[in-house]
């Protein structure tokens, strides 16, 4: 069971999530094979909303960033529900 500590913990864990969800890191990808010998540069275009027609046109959201970033919210999220469960 739950106190009200760890909800408001979680509930607050939630919503940096969704956030994090409506305001995505973008990037672009170079595809140059020549000079570069295959090799491909990312270029980062920071966090902007989700929903952006501009800035969806050229540049895709970084999943792998993303990912990451949950992860560790998730992590920190589970390691701060464990240290608010009371003694009972």
Known sequence: MMNKRQKKFLIG???VMV???LFPPFHT???DYGYHYGYHYGYHYGY???FNPLLCSFA???IEFLLIQWLIVVT???IGWYVLKSEE
């Open 60 to 62: 895709d959201v970084n």
């Open 19 to 21: 956030a994090m969800l």
């Open 48 to 50: 902007h909303f989700i």
């Open 29 to 31: 990808v170079s595809k």
């Open 76 to 78: 920190v999220g589970f």
């Open 13 to 15: 864990v939630g919503i």
